[in-house]
């Protein structure tokens, strides 16, 4: 019993005194392949235990396939818009993304104009910048016009591999690849911009085109895609 005459669970008292994050102590638990074993007995990579955010969305979409124009869209403007920051900064950022792009439908974010690009430069929820910005309206007004070749989801779809990773560790992990490269150069001839292959490659992941997750993460195969 405390001073206070309530009983204080020890484990609770171990945790307020110690200054280590949740996040940490999971860290410490991470093994040689870069997985982390967390409070439920799921491995997962150490990129998905930062936060709860990060969790959820590597748990239930990260991987899984995405085959509709507005969410391929989406996924491509939000690449974009990572590159150079962090994934994190991007998916906390996204609801206010998807409400400033018109819920990422390319035909309303392909009208868009200077006046447009001058509101959403302004608009402190965002990543302001604005290259990525007049990409992002590029960007729709090609995914409209790739419609005369049957859209952009079977367009980006077509470059899927024969053959996915199979990484047992976090450095296993390739950061491009040929499919990669090719469907760079493919989308940039239909008029696409920021769109390198390393940014193609985290696309691919992102939508289950490959699957990158590590072999004894409990989210290997998830997809359908790709057998686990």
């Not at 748990?59 to 690449?79: I, N």
């Not at 604005?130 to 419609?147: D, G, M, Q, S």
């Not at 024969?162 to 989308?187: F, M």
Request: proline residues 5%; without cysteine.
């Amino acid at each position: 019993m405390s001073g206070t005459g309530t009983a204080t669970p020890p484990v609770q008292e171990d945790m307020e005194n110690n200054d280590m994050t949740a996040t940490e102590m999971e860290a410490d638990n991470a093994d040689d392949t870069g997985l982390v074993v967390g409070e439920d007995g799921l491995a997962r990579p150490m990129w998905a235990t930062a936060d709860e955010l990060m969790r959820e969305y590597y748990d239930t979409e990260w991987g899984m396939p995405v085959r509709d124009e507005t969410g391929l869209f989406e996924r491509l403007s939000l690449e974009a818009f990572q590159s150079g920051l962090s994934w994190a900064t991007v998916l906390r950022k996204r609801p206010a993304f998807r409400e400033a792009f018109a819920g990422f439908d390319a035909d309303a974010v392909a009208t868009f104009d200077d006046g447009d690009t001058t509101r959403l430069l302004a608009d402190a929820r965002l990543i302001r910048n604005r290259r990525k910005i007049e990409a992002t309206i590029t960007n729709a007004r090609a995914t409209v016009r790739l419609r005369e070749k049957g859209g952009l989801a079977g367009f980006i779809w077509s470059f899927r591999p024969d053959q996915t990773p199979t990484p047992r560790t976090i450095a296993e992990v390739p950061s491009r690849s040929p499919e990669s490269v090719a469907l760079s150069k493919a989308l940039k001839k239909e008029g696409f911009t920021f769109v390198g292959p390393k940014t193609m490659f985290a696309l691919m992941e992102a939508v289950g085109i490959v699957d990158t997750h590590l072999v004894d993460s409990h989210r290997r195969g998830s997809s359908g895609v790709w057998p686990g």
